[in-house]
């Protein structure tokens, strides 16, 4: 059973930069699994940041941008907002049709 | 604009069935894969299950094989989750999810469908 590892939550100041990362607990993380990101606040759909490591999805900021950190996916915010506080989910695609999402970060910005 | 509304959630018993759907509009449904992910009360997001743009080719988590079954009418526009033997782990918001077929990301969602499993 494949796990996929996300920091429970973080925080980061107004302005500041935060990278959360996306591990995998059997094998490290390459663009191979076609790693995307995805915000969400609460009672709200999840929307899409980031495909293919580091690609942007259509209207999101360049602050956002994703990569591979060592062994792991990783996605940046540089010059953090107040609204950029929500829960951030990393999903890798395992193949045969199947994605396993992480657990989700808690971001908090104060 | 791309829409995806889902529908048909609601109660029900354990060990009972319930079906999904999920109306497309603004875009060619007929050229896109589709999914289904849901998310369980407080908790993160878990992929379900996917279908081919044609519906010829279906895959399902662990979690939902042999009770679940995805379908689309492509006449309709229209994305489904049947759910059978629910559980109350099966008790989550659904949502469906579009993906480009040269892609593996899932680049439109819908509002969701909460799904309650309780007696």
Redesign the interface.
Known sequence: QTVVTQEPSFSVSPGGTVTLTCGLSSDSVSTTYYPSWYRQTPGQAPRTLIYNTNTRSSGVPDRFSGSIVGNKAALTITGAQADDESDYYCVVYMGSGLWVFGGGTKLTVL | EVQLVESGGGLVQPGGSLRLSCAASGFTFSGYPM?W?RQAPGK????VS?ISSNGD???Y?NSVKGRFTISRDNSKNTLYLQMNSLRGEDMAVY?CARRVGS??????????TLVTVSS
């Open positions: 999914n992910v993160g997001l878990e992929h996917t080719n279906t895959y988590a949502y892609t593996y990301y899932f680049d439109n969602w819908g509002q969701g």
